[in-house]
């Protein structure tokens, strides 16, 4: 609604999926279910802006268009004070006036997007892009979020956790998980072993808990994301129960260290021990939590920034089958194991070496038939 002649004159629409294949995340914010591109660290970022005109035959008169790509951490406590970690800006019309529908071109290459979005309890990591028209008494802006993953390599040191707990002479437990980090699409597998139990276990569960600690521990939300019963019933001396829990079922997010030294986001795996008489026994241990990059159903859709993150086995067998589809193309007979996986016998030095046995062979016949 215009007010004294000052409102909104125009609507204003974002494109940013020009092929239709970029995926999209859904939200909930306010209550309200929203769609959002995702976009990695160090990918383009482009579109068209389309300002449209309310009335046609109307002008709308600017100082100038600007377009930013920003990224912010937004407290709730202090909503007023954003703190702004990534700024590009760039004009996309100089000052005069818009007679007609508008669409304009644009993109920020290679864009350095350090975190990933987040949105908790108490704070909110976003980025958006917010065009701007600019005009003498009140300007006209819309925003545009998108969502920012951010991929993780593989880990170096990956070791498993083996902790002893228990209570004097009545129950003493031993829990091992494989390893102590986790992708986001991964399984935590382990076991519980009971080496003295003197009181009447009713059961147990494992359960994950997501801690946003906001500045420096000022505030601590803990949040249950997961649970999991593991056991139903009294075990007794000498036991053992297996653990498999799939993570892909749950909403996480990767673990988050003092990002731009506001907030933290981590991960605790908490085991609880619940007897007849409803006391719970617990045992928490931080686990870390990172984002591996997507496998394609085409080899040829992984960017370069995908390969990275790949594992050295990942790295071996993309090579491998490269070198399949490329010797089946010249005719030459790829060797497998019992498994019928590819065996690393088809590089260049082997069909160097096959191609001189054959050219030797058909020399031998040549000679007898002579």
């Known amino acids: ?52 005109l309310k009335k046609q035959g109307t002008k709308l008169e600017h100082q100038g268009i600007r377009l ?63 065009l701007t028209i600019i005009r003498r008494f009140s300007n006209i802006t819309k925003e545009e979020d998108i969502y920012v993953h951010t991929l993780s390599a593989y880990p170096e040191s990956n070791n498993s956790i083996k902790m002893e707990v228990g209570i004097e002479d ?76 799939f993570l892909g079922a749950y909403d996480l997010t990767p673990s988050m260290r003092d990002v731009q030294k506001k907030f933290s986001v981590k991960y605790y795996l908490n085991l609880v021990l619940v007897d007849e008489e409803e006391r719970r026994y617990f045992k928490q241990q931080e686990i870390v939590l990172w984002r591996k990059a997507d496998i394609y159903k085409s080899k040829q859709e992984r960017s370069d920034q995908m390969q990275v993150y790949e594992s050295t086995q990942d790295q071996i067998r993309n090579r491998l089958e490269n070198q399949h589809i490329t010797s089946k193309k010249r005719g030459i007979k790829i060797r497998h194991d019992e498994n019928g996986d590819l065996l690393n016998n088809g590089d260049e030095s082997d069909i160097e070496a096959d191609s001189d046995e054959n050219r030797n062979s058909r020399k031998n016949t040549r000679d007898e038939s002579d």
């Not at 995926?23 to 579109?47: A, N, P, R």
């Not at 703190?83 to 100089?94: G, I, P």
């Not at 031993?174 to 080496?195: M, P, Q, R, T, V």
């Open 68 to 130: 930013e790509l920003m990224g912010q951490v937004e407290l709730y406590y202090d909503r007023s004070n954003h703190h702004t970690f990534t700024t590009l800006s760039k004009f996309l019309c100089f000052p005069g006036e818009i007679t007609e529908n508008l669409s304009v071109d644009f993109n920020f290459a290679a864009v350095d997007k350090p975190h990933e979005s987040y949105h908790g309890v108490n704070v909110k990591l976003r980025y958006f892009l917010r």
């Open 1 to 52: 609604m215009s007010l004294f002649g000052f409102g909104s004159s125009c609507d204003i629409e974002f494109e940013l999926d020009r092929s239709g294949s970029r995926k999209q995340i859904e939200l909930i914010e306010d209550g309200k279910k929203t769609k959002q591109y995702i976009y990695y660290d160090g990918e383009d970022v482009g579109g068209t802006v389309h300002i449209k």
């Open 170 to 245: 009545c129950l003493h437990i031993e829990f091992e998980y494989n390893k102590s980090k986790y992708h986001l699409k991964d399984a935590i597998i382990g076991k519980i072993y009971f080496l003295l139990v003197r009181i009447k276990v009713k059961y147990m569960e494992l359960a994950i808990i997501k801690r946003e600690i906001i500045g420096d521990n000022a505030q601590n939300e803990a949040d249950t994301v997961a649970k999991y019963e593991i056991m139903d019933g009294a075990p007794v001396k000498g036991e053992s129960i297996p653990i498999r829990l």
